[in-house]
Structures are given as structure tokens and as C-alpha cells.
């Protein structure tokens, strides 16, 4: 049994578990009751919330595509979103999702070198939309993570924004060069190379977002529309249990900062952390006994269903032998 089919059966054998462990630890004598006032339309409206999130994720892509001077069409576009979904599922840290946009971007006529960039601005203004974010999430829910108190995950926040306009700043003008020259001196050469690439296209990337300040502004709003919609899915799922007095706001942040964590997760695409995370956050919000059947119903519709279309793309444009070679490396 080859490399690639041997990951898919594990994927889908750790999905199963997970799921499985979830619901079975979370359902107690009311789940039954919860669930008969669940109404159906939820479902399509949560499909409908991460439709419009995959919308903007390609609209933002032609955007930024059309900001380095390339050109992609929409089917293109749709192909490099739902790629991105197939490998990060099946990679450590979802690093595969990196692979596959840079494969498809490849694949549409985009030059490597911006390739490579377009797909570190993606990420940056992903990340940087939600931790813009953050601030208004600790100054509204006083208990997010229990053990760890808001001042100190403000007082992160807070940092990792300096840190990131630091590097920004010290990127444009030359001034980070001279660290990471000095920071890759004892490494051996071919991961020294490796930091270097990776630091060459992470200017590039910041060289591109302060080149069209305007379009730039559009794609950020793009990224966080995205996001949001993506996040929707749980407020549809609760609408259809019946819950239509939650804090919505608090329902969104926790949202927010769970898959804030998830970027840095070692799982593929953050399996079991994801389902754990949500009974966490969400146990005092989703009706009893629910919390684990809404946290495996949000991870299906947010990611298990991309998931399977970018599976039938990838297969479709470059073959089992191809990927077999991607994931060997």
C-alpha cells in the first residue's frame, strides 16, 4: 500500500476515533431531549455560511493574484482553495495545505517565485486579522481559557502585534538582514538556504502588501469576511437547537481564538484539538449533552467536506503518482 493511501486511511480512521471519543464522552440523559428541537434548516444555512467563506477566499486570491501582475480565473481560484483544505488534512501542522497552493497556483500559469509569495500573504493576513482581533475578545469574556488570566493573553496579543510590525518594519528597511545573517551563521548549508528562501519570500510578501495599499485594504476585509462566515457555522448550528438568546459576540471570539490556536497545532489540521477545544469553550453554551455532536458537526462542514473536494481536484489535475511524490518528500 502506497505512501498516500496509507495517510488517507489514518486520516479517516483518527476523524472517526476522535469523533467518536467526542460524542461518546459529551452525551448525557438530555442529549435526546436537545435534539429533537434541532431544526434541519440549520444545516443548509451552515453550508450557505461556509460557501460564502470559500467565496471570499477566492476572491481574495484572484485579488491578490491580479495585485502581482498574474491572472487566474475562478475555477482556478476554487482549485487552489479546496487544495489547500485536501493536503493541510493530511499533513503534520497542516503544512501540506502550503504545498497544494503553491501546486495549483503552478499549475494555473503563476511563476514559482509568486507563487510562493502569494501564499505567505494569504497566511500573514489570516493570522493578522485575528490577532487584531483578540483585544475585543479579552475585553468582552473575562473566562476564555481557564488557568490563564486576560491580562497575560492580552499582554501576548499585545506583543505578538509589536513583534509582527517589527519584523514588518525591519524587513522594509534592511534592518532585519543583519539578524537573521547573524542568527543562520552555525546552521549547515542547505538549512541555512531553506531560512534564507523563506525570509526572501516573507519580503517579497510584505514588499506586496505595501505596494497597493488600497487593493491590499480590500483583500484584508476579504480575509476577515472569510473567516467569519467560516466561523458562522456554529451560531447556525446553535440556531438549530434552539438557542437564540447566547452571547453571539462571545460565541464569535471563541471561535476567533480556537482556530487562532489551530495555526499552530502539530496535528493534521488540527484533529482533536479542534474537537477538544470546542467542548472547552462551548460546554456552557451548546444545549446539554450536545457540545460534542455540534463539535464534530462544525469540523465536517468547516473542513471534511472541502476536504473531499479537494481530494476529487487534486486527483483530477495531477494524479495519484503525483501526489505519491509530494508526500514522499
Not at 497552493?101 to 502569494?118: I, N, W
Not at 469540523?299 to 481536484?313: S, T
Amino acid at each position: 500500500m502506497n505512501k498516500f493511501y496509507k495517510r488517507f486511511i489514518f486520516l479517516i480512521v483518527l476523524v472517526l476515533v476522535i469523533s467518536g471519543t467526542v460524542i461518546y464522552s459529551t452525551v448525557d440523559i438530555n442529549t435526546l431531549r436537545s435534539l429533537d428541537r434541532f431544526k434541519p434548516w440549520s444545516l443548509a444555512l451552515a453550508v450557505l455560511a461556509v460557501s460564502l467563506g470559500l467565496f471570499f477566499d477566492g476572491s481574495r486570491l484572484m485579488h491578490l493574484v491580479k495585485i502581482s501582475h498574474e491572472k487566474i480565473t475562478l475555477y482556478e481560484a476554487v482549485q487552489v482553495i479546496f487544495g489547500n483544505y485536501f493536503l493541510a488534512l493530511l499533513t503534520p501542522g497542516a503544512t501540506g495545505g502550503a504545498v497544494a497552493q503553491l501546486m495549483f497556483l503552478r499549475h494555473a500559469g503563476v511563476p514559482t517565485g509568486k507563487a510562493a509569495v502569494l501564499v505567505i500573504v494569504r497566511t500573514l493576513l489570516s493570522i493578522f486579522f485575528l490577532i487584531l482581533c483578540m483585544p475585543f475578545i479579552f475585553m468582552h469574556d473575562s473566562g476564555i481559557l481557564p488557568g490563564i488570566s486576560n491580562t497575560t493573553l492580552m499582554g501576548i496579543t499585545i506583543t505578538a502585534l509589536a513583534v509582527i510590525v517589527l519584523i514588518v518594519v525591519g524587513a522594509r528597511h534592511g534592518w532585519l538582514d543583519y539578524i537573521i545573517i547573524h542568527a543562520t551563521k552555525r546552521m549547515q548549508n542547505e538549512r541555512r538556504r531553506k531560512v534564507f528562501a523563506f525570509y526572501r519570500d516573507t519580503k517579497s510578501a510584505i514588499e506586496l502588501l505595501s505596494h497597493s495599499p488600497r487593493y491590499m485594504l480590500l483583500v484584508f476585509a476579504e480575509s476577515g469576511l472569510n473567516l467569519l462566515c467560516i466561523y458562522a457555522i456554529v451560531p447556525c448550528l446553535l440556531l438549530g437547537l434552539g438557542v437564540y438568546d447566547a452571547d453571539w459576540y462571545l460565541v464569535m471570539g471563541r471561535m476567533i481564538f480556537l482556530n487562532m490556536l489551530l495555526y499552530f497545532t502539530p496535528t493534521p489540521g488540527g484533529s482533536g484539538v479542534a474537537e477538544g477545544g470546542f467542548v472547552l469553550l462551548f460546554s456552557d453554551t451548546v444545549p446539554a449533552g450536545t457540545v460534542g455532536i455540534v463539535a464534530v458537526c462544525w469540523r465536517l462542514i468547516a473542513e471534511y467536506l472541502p476536504f473531499m473536494v479537494g481530494f476529487y481536484y487534486t486527483l483530477r489535475v495531477f494524479g495519484r503518482d503525483f501526489l505519491n511524490k509530494q508526500l514522499n518528500k
